[in-house]
C-alpha cells in the first residue's frame, strides 16, 4: 500500500491533480481512493460527481470520499461523544452536534478515516486530498500535539479523576468522566499513533506539493517545504500547475510568460533535487474524468504516480554537542567553493556553479551560522545554540 499526501496554497488545482493521478493510478490496475480532508470540499465537483462520506466507486479501481465530521463523530466518538452531550447539555439535538465539532476534530476525524483505509487494506493507494498547507501541517503534527498531552497531561488526569470522583461528583454541576470515555480516548490515541507512523515512514507515504508559478504561492510552499522536512514528512515531487505553454504566442501572455519563466527557475533552485513536474494551463476548466486523464498524463508522463519520485531527504536538521547542523542534499555538483549568504530567515547557498534558496525554521532563524562544509553530495550548515537562558 502507498500513501500520497497532496497539498499546496488554496486555489492551485490541488484537488485537480490528486484526482487526476487516482485515475492514472487506477488505469494503471492500482485499486485507489482519493480521501478528501478538507472541509470545503472540492473534489466531488472536479470529478463531476455527488460524493458522501462513505467511499464511492468512480469507475473502475477508482474510489472517492469527502470526511465528513459529524459522520466521523456519530461512528468514531461513541463514548466521548455521550459523555460531552451530558456535559453540555443542549436543548435541542442540532446544538450538541454543533458543539462538539470543536477546533481540530476535523483534522483529527481525518486521520481516523485514513486509519480505517490503511488497517482495511481494500486499496493499493490511498489519495489525501488536503485543505490548504496550514491546516495541511497541522494535520499531519496532530499526532506529535496529542502525544505531549496523553504522555503527560491525561496520566495525571486519569488517575486524579479515580481518586477524585466519588468525592467530588456529588458536588459537581456537570458529570465527570468516567472511566469508560478515559479508555476511548486512548484507544483513538493508539489509532492516531498508528496512522502518525504510516505517514512518516518514507517507504510507504509521500507528501507532493502542488504550486503556480508565482510568487506568494512559491513563498507558502517553500515554507511548508522545510516544516515538512522538519516534521519528517518526506515531499517526493513538486507539481508545477497552470504553465502557459510554450506554443502560447498571444502578444496578451506575453507578459505572464516571462513571469512564468523566472518563477521557475526559482523553482528549481528551491526545491532541486527534488522532481519537478509540470501541468500546462488549459483552454477549458478542469473537470469530469476526460479533462482528469489529460492532466494526469501530462503530469506523469508516463510514470507511474503510486511510485516513490524521490527516495532521499533534501534536508534534515539535528542537535548534537550544543549545536545544530542543517543539511541539505546538493547532488551532481563539484565541491568547489562554499557560499552561504544569509537574509535573515532566509539562506542562498552557492557550491561550485549550484545555487540553492533555503527558508530557516524559526528554530534556526535567529542563531548565529557558525559554519559549512560540503561532505559528498551534503552541504552541512552548523548553527550555535542560543546561550542558556534565551530560547
Known sequence: ???????????????????????????????????????????????????????????????????????????NWGKIKDYLGRLLSPRNRITIEELTIFPGTEELFSLLELCRHVRGGSYDLIIVDCAPTGETLRLLSYPDILRWWMDRIFPLQRRAMKVLRPMAQPLMPVPLPGDDVFEATQALFNEITFVHRILTDTTLSSVRLVLTPESMVISEARRSFTYLNLFGFRTDAVIVNRVVPAEVTDEYFRVWKASQERHLHTIEETFGPVPILTVPLYNREVLGLEMLAKVGLDCFAGRDPSEILFDRWPQSVAHENGETTLTVLLPFVGKGDINVTRFGAELVVHVGDRRRTILLPRSLAGRELTRARFEADLLKIVFADPPKGRP
Not at 502507498?2 to 485537480?16: E, F, W
Open 1 to 75: 500500500m502507498r500513501v500520497l499526501v497532496y497539498t499546496g496554497k488554496g486555489g492551485v488545482g490541488k484537488t485537480s491533480v490528486a484526482a487526476a493521478s487516482g485515475l492514472v493510478a487506477a488505469r494503471l490496475g492500482h485499486r485507489t481512493i482519493v480521501l478528501s480532508t478538507d472541509a470545503a470540499h472540492s473534489l466531488g465537483d472536479s470529478l463531476e460527481m455527488r460524493l458522501g462520506p462513505e467511499p464511492m466507486k468512480v469507475t473502475d479501481n477508482l474510489w472517492a470520499q469527502e470526511v465528513d465530521s459529524l459522520h466521523e463523530m456519530e461512528r
